[in-house]
C-alpha cells in the first residue's frame, strides 16, 4: 500500500474560491405550494397584492352606522335621538341606505352601509323600541376601517427571497394568495463510504461502527431547507464508490460522501470521481485541522463534496463550507444569519499552524452576561465532544496559541441555540445526575450540560469562570482530608463558594461471585488481574494512586514501576457508569467506582473507602437563579431522603448544603 | 337581536387557572420514528447505551501499531528498527498481533490489533522493506481511541424530553439506535367561523374577507409541534358550527376555532358548545385587549379554544393562552424558551384599564445595542400591525400609561426572532423602496423593516430613537422651503443627521382619458369629484392642506369648511402606491401622488409641485453599518442613473446624498 500524501492543500478561503471560480450556486427552480405547505419556504417573486385589504369599508366595532354630522351635538346628558334603519351584519350585502336622521345597527366587521360614514359604538348609544340614542359624537371617518386602509390592490406586499414565517402567510392569505411561487428545494444525495460503516439497528460485527455521518448531516440539510436522499453505504471498493456517486448525480443536484478519506482509500477515489465528469476534482485537501482530507469536485455543473468520516470533522466540513452553499441553493442565505456569536475564553487554546483550527466549543453566559467559550474534551473522533458543542471557533492558519481571555467568534451549530441554565465541569456523580432530575421536576424548563473532565478539571474550570459548578472529590495525602486542602493550597478561598455535598462509599467493582477472588487494591498489581482506570485529574484516580502509592512505599518499589504491573492502568475513562459498563461486560475484571455502580449493572463491591464529594461554585456566579435552585434542591429533605435510597452507597448528613467559609 | 355583555369576564391568569384545574396538558403518547424523521422531535425516554463507542480499541492516525516499550528509546536521529508486521485496514477484524520488535500498518479509525498498547504517526516513521523505522517515543495509549472512551455500554446519554438537535441525532446514530421513542404530535382541529370568511383563491364577494386566521394560526401549531388539521369553515348557524366542532372532537386533541364571537352570534356559540360535551364552557369572555371574546371550554377530556375573528386578536390569544398548552402536549415546554426579551419604549403607551392590554410591537437595536419596541401602527382588523410586529407587550389591568424609556418584557412570535438592520418609519416613496432594492443587491443578507406613517411620524420616531431613519418632505408655508423649517422649529437640530434626497413630481392622478377633466386642485371641490386622501402629518397631506388653505382664503371660505366640500377628503390611505391603486379601481377619481404611481399603475398625471424628499437619520445611530450602506447607494452613480429611469419624476440634483449642517 503506497501512501500519498496531500500535496495539494488550500485554505478554507481558497477552496470555496476554486469552487466559486466554476460554480455559482442559486436557487435551481421555482415551484407553486399551498399556502399551508408554504411555512418556512422561500419567497421566489415579489408579492403585489391583487386586492384591498379590508375589501370594503367595514365596522370596527358593534354599533351604529350614521352619518357624522347627525352626532355633532350629541352629549352624555343631551344624546341626539336617530330613527332605528335596520341591522347589518357581517358577510352580508347592506340594502340599507343610511338617510339624514337614521342609525343602522352594525356588527364588528360588516359592511358600512352606503350613506353611513362613521359608528357610534353600542356602549354609547341605547335603542329604545324604533328610536336610537346617540350619547356621544363621532367624527367621519371614526370606527371605519377604510376598504384598502391595511392594504391597497396594487400595492407592494412581500419582498422576493423572504422566508415564510406565520406572519407572511397571515399577510398572503390576506391578500387572497392560494397557491404561493417558492424556490425548489435543492436535492441532496448523501453516500456514506467505508468497510466499517454499519447501520444503526444492525448488530455490529466486530471492527464496525456505526454510521453516524449519514443521520448528522440529513439533519443538517434539512435546517438549510434542502432535501436529502441517502443513496446508500459504500464498501472501499472503486466500482461501489463509482456506482453510487453516479446514482446520486442522476438524482441529485449535489453529492456529499462521507468517509474513505485515509490516504490508502484517497488515492482510488481521486482516481474515479475525475472519469464521472468535467472538471473533477478541484480540490484535493484542505488545510484545517480537522479535516484536511476533504475533497471538493465539479462533476458536469454538480458539487461533489467528500467529506471526512469522523463525524466531529465531517460536521464541521459540512458547516463551514458545504452549508453556505446549500443555503445559497436554498435561497436561505438572505435570512436566517445568525451563524455566530462572540464569545471569551478562559483558558489558552495551542492550534497546530498552518492550517485553520476547527476547535468545537460549548458556550455558556457568566453572571455579567459574557458569554464564555470552552473547548469540549475529547479527540475528533468523539462525538460527545460534538454532542456538548453549540458551536465551534476558527483559529487562522497563522496562529498556533489563543491567549486566555480572548474574545473569538463562534460559529453556531444551531441558530437556535440557547447556552444551558447550568453548566456542571467536574467530577462525574450519580448523585449529581439526581440533583439534576430534582430540579427539571421543579422546572421542566432548565437546560444543563454536564462535562465529565474529572475533579480537579472542575476546579480548574470553576476558577477560570468556565463553569458554573464543580462537583469533586479530591483526598490530600498529608491531612486525608478532603477538598479544602486543595483549594487552600491554591490559595483561591476567595474565588469560590464551597458546599458540602453528601458521602460516597468508594470500592473495587468486580463481576458477580467475585471469580477472580479480588479483596483489596493489592490485588490489581496480579497478573490474571485486568484493571479500567479512570481519568487523570479525577477524585477516584487521585484515590486510586494515594492508595498506590502507599503500597509502593511498603513493597519500596518506585511508584512507577508498581503501576506497570496493573494490566489496564493507561486505559482511562471519564465516568463511574464507564467503569461499571466495561466491567459488567467482562471486557475488565474490577475498576475503582461508586457503591451505586454496583447496583445498577449488578456487580459485586468491596468497600474501599468513605469520601466527601462536595461542590465549589464559581463567586461570581453565585447569584444565578439556576445556581440558587441547586442549592435548594441539595437542602431539601425530598433530596436527603431520596439519595441513599436510590443510591445505596451515597449519604446526605448534616453538613449537606452548608456553604463553607474558607477565609 | 337581543345582545349580551360579557358578564364573566376572568383575567388571562384566572382563565388559565380554571383550565388547569379541569385539565393538564402532557404528552399524549408515544411513537417510535426512525432516526432520520426523528429532527425536532421530543424524545420521550431516557437513552442509556446498548453499545460502546467506539465499540473496539481504535487507532486515531495512519501509523504503526507497536509496543509502546519498544519506541522509548527512539529519538529523531537515533531511530529504533522494528520489523515490519502487516497491515490491518478499517472494518477488518486484525488477525495479527503484535509481539515485541514488531510495527504494524495501521490506518485511521482501524482496530488495534492484540499485543499492540500505543501507535506511532506514519510521519514519525519510515518503511524500508521488511523494516520500519520510528522516530519519536509513544507511550502506553497514544494514538489509540479506547473502547468505550466516548460512550460505554450501559451509560445514559439523553435525558427524556430533550428535542432532538442534529447534534442528539448523531449521538442516538453513535449508540446504534435505529428508531426513537417520541411524543405524539398532539392532533389540533380548526375551525373558521362566520358569514364572511371566504377562502384565499376564491374570488372574494363584496361583503366577504378571505380566511387568514386557518393559515397563521396553522403555522403557529406546527411552530409549535402539533400537528392541525383544518376542519372547514362554518357559517353563522348553529347546526353547522356544532357539526364541526363535533366533527373537530372526534379526530383531533384539541379544537380551536377562530370567529363569530361578536355579541350576537356568540350567544348561539354558548348554547351549543354546553351541548357538546362535560363540563363545557369554563371562561366566557377573557379582560384582555384586543381577545375579549374569547370562549375556553372543556368538552368530555378535550379543550376547545373560541379565538376572536380578527386576525392579530386571534394570534395574540393564541399565543398568550394556547399555544403555552399546546406546547406541553407536545413535550416541547422543556427546550424552546426563548420566548421573550426586554425593552425599552420610547413614547408613552395609552392602555384601557380592567382589561390585560396586549400590544403589538417592532423591536430594534439603537447603536448602543438596546432593544427598542415600538408599537405597531393600525388597528387589531389590521394584518399589515401584525405582520411588522416581532412580538406583543402585556399592559396589566391596573395600568392606564407606561411612560416612555420604560422597559417592557416583549412576547416574542417568533423564537428565532432577528431585528432588522435598519428600520424606517417615516414617508413613503418609491425612491426610497428602490435604494433598498439596491441595498440589497450589494448585500442580500440586509433585513429592513419599513413602516409607512407618513413624513412627521417618522421624524418624530426618529427624535424618540424609535427609527434608524424617516423619509420626509414637509413643506413650510411661510418660508415655502422643505424639511429643514420644521427640524429648526421644533429646535431638534443636534439630534439628527440631515441628509439631501431628491426632487419628486407631485401632482394629481387620474384615470387614463381625464373623464371627469380634472386640472386643479380647485377640481376637488366639484360635485362629482372624488377624492382619496392620505393620512394626516404625511408631506402629501401637508401639501395638499397648504394648497385648500390658500384656496379658502381666495374664496374666503374657511378651511374647515372647504374641506366638507371634498368628497373623500376622510379617506386617508397610508401610502402612495394605496392611492395609485384606488383611482386605477375607479373607487376614486383622483388622488394626490407621486408621479411614478401614474406611470406605475397607468394614469394620468397633473403636475402640482417639486418637492424635495429628505432624510433624517438618529444622530446615534449614524455609524450604524446598515446607515452608512444606505448613504452610500444614495451618492452611488447606479442610484442616481438608475432613479428617474425607473421612476419618471424622480431625479437627483447635485445635493443628493450631501449631509447638512443645521446648527
Known amino acids: 500500500m503506497e501512501r500519498k500524501i496531500f500535496k495539494k492543500l488550500v485554505s478554507m478561503e481558497d477552496a470555496l474560491k476554486i469552487l466559486y471560480s466554476h460554480y455559482t450556486p442559486k436557487p435551481l427552480g421555482i415551484e407553486e405550494v399551498p399556502l399551508e405547505r408554504a411555512l418556512n419556504r422561500v419567497l421566489a417573486e415579489d408579492v403585489y397584492s391583487d386586492v384591498d385589504v379590508p375589501p370594503f369599508d367595514r365596522a370596527t366595532v358593534d354599533g351604529f352606522a350614521v352619518i357624522a354630522s347627525d352626532t355633532f351635538h350629541a352629549h352624555e346628558n343631551r344624546p341626539v335621538t336617530l330613527r332605528y334603519g335596520g341591522t347589518v351584519d357581517a358577510g352580508k350585502v347592506p340594502k340599507i341606505k343610511v338617510v339624514p336622521g337614521v342609525a343602522v345597527e352594525i356588527g364588528t366587521g360588516a359592511v358600512i352601509p352606503k350613506g353611513a360614514n362613521a359608528v357610534v359604538m353600542v356602549e354609547h348609544t341605547s335603542r329604545e323600541g324604533d328610536f336610537v340614542k346617540i350619547y356621544r359624537s363621532v367624527a367621519p371617518g371614526h370606527n371605519i376601517q377604510f376598504a384598502g386602509s391595511d392594504v391597497m390592490k396594487g400595492e407592494f406586499v412581500l419582498r422576493k427571497n423572504t422566508i415564510l414565517t406565520p406572519h407572511e402567510i397571515g399577510v398572503l392569505a390576506a391578500v387572497g394568495i392560494a397557491k404561493v411561487k417558492v424556490y425548489r428545494k435543492p436535492k441532496i444525495a448523501l453516500i456514506s463510504t467505508g468497510d466499517e460503516i454499519a447501520e444503526p439497528g444492525e448488530t455490529l460485527e466486530y471492527g464496525k461502527i456505526y454510521d453516524i455521518n449519514r443521520f448528522t448531516i440529513t439533519s443538517h440539510l434539512i435546517e438549510d431547507g434542502a432535501e436529502p436522499t441517502f443513496i446508500g453505504v459504500a464498501r472501499d471498493n472503486p466500482d461501489e464508490i463509482s456506482s453510487l456517486i453516479k446514482k446520486g448525480l442522476e438524482v441529485a443536484d449535489v453529492v456529499i460522501s462521507s468517509g474513505s478519506t485515509s490516504a490508502g482509500v484517497r488515492d482510488i477515489l481521486y482516481n474515479l470521481i475525475n472519469k464521472l465528469g468535467k472538471p473533477g476534482i478541484l480540490v484535493h485537501g484542505i488545510k484545517t485541522k480537522p479535516g484536511k482530507p476533504t475533497i471538493i469536485a465539479l462533476l458536469n455543473g454538480k458539487p461533489f463534496f467528500g467529506l471526512p468520516g469522523y463525524p466531529t470533522s465531517a460536521l464541521m466540513i459540512y458547516k463551514s463550507i458545504v452549508s453556505p452553499i446549500i443555503r445559497k441553493l436554498s435561497g436561505y442565505p438572505t435570512i436566517k444569519r445568525r451563524k455566530s456569536v462572540k464569545a471569551i475564553i478562559k483558558s489558552p487554546i495551542y492550534a497546530e499552524t498552518g492550517k485553520t483550527n476547527l ?252 469520601e466527601y464529594y462536595d461542590f465549589v461554585i464559581s463567586k461570581s456566579r453565585f447569584e444565578k437563579e439556576a445556581i440558587q435552585q441547586f442549592l435548594e434542591v441539595l437542602k431539601s429533605e425530598e433530596f436527603q431522603k431520596t439519595l441513599s435510597k436510590s443510591l445505596p452507597g451515597l449519604k446526605p448528613y448534616e453538613d449537606t448544603g452548608r456553604i463553607i467559609n474558607l477565609i
Chains 1, 2 share one sequence.
Do not use: W
Open 359 to 610: 476547535v468545537p466549543v460549548s458556550l455558556i453566559y457568566d453572571s455579567k452576561g459574557q458569554l464564555i467559550a470552552f473547548p469540549t474534551p475529547g479527540g475528533s473522533g468523539s462525538i460527545m465532544k460534538l454532542a456538548n458543542a453549540d458551536g465551534y471557533i476558527k483559529i487562522p492558519e497563522t496562529i498556533n496559541f489563543l491567549e486566555e481571555n480572548s474574545e473569538v467568534e463562534v460559529f453556531l451549530f444551531s441558530e437556535d441555540f440557547e447556552p444551558p441554565d447550568l453548566f456542571i465541569i467536574g467530577s462525574h456523580c450519580l448523585g449529581l445526575d439526581l440533583i439534576l432530575s430534582l430540579m427539571i421536576r421543579r422546572n421542566p424548563n432548565l437546560k444543563f450540560r454536564v462535562v465529565n473532565t474529572g475533579s480537579y478539571g472542575g476546579l480548574m474550570s470553576v476558577l477560570r469562570d468556565e463553569a458554573d459548578l464543580a462537583g469533586m472529590h479530591i483526598l490530600d495525602e498529608k491531612t486525608n482530608e478532603y477538598n479544602i486542602p486543595v483549594i487552600k493550597h491554591l490559595k483561591v478561598e476567595e474565588k469560590v463558594v464551597f458546599v458540602k455535598g453528601y458521602i460516597r462509599r468508594q470500592g473495587l467493582v468486580v463481576q458477580k461471585g467475585n471469580p477472580k477472588g479480588i479483596k483489596s487494591i493489592e490485588d490489581l498489581l496480579r497478573d490474571d488481574v485486568s484493571f479500567i482506570n479512570r481519568i487523570s485529574g479525577s477524585g477516584t484516580r487521585i484515590l486510586l494512586d494515594i492508595l498506590l502509592k502507599k503500597i509502593a512505599l511498603e513493597k519500596n518499589i518506585p511508584f512507577n514501576e508498581l503501576i506497570k504491573k496493573i494490566d489496564g492502568y493507561h486505559v482511562e475513562v471519564r465516568t463511574h457508569n464507564a467503569v461499571g459498563a466495561a466491567v459488567k461486560s467482562g471486557k475488565f475484571d474490577v475498576g475503582l467506582a461508586i457503591e451505586p455502580i454496583a447496583h445498577m449493572y449488578e456487580l459485586e463491591f468491596i468497600p474501599i473507602t468513605n
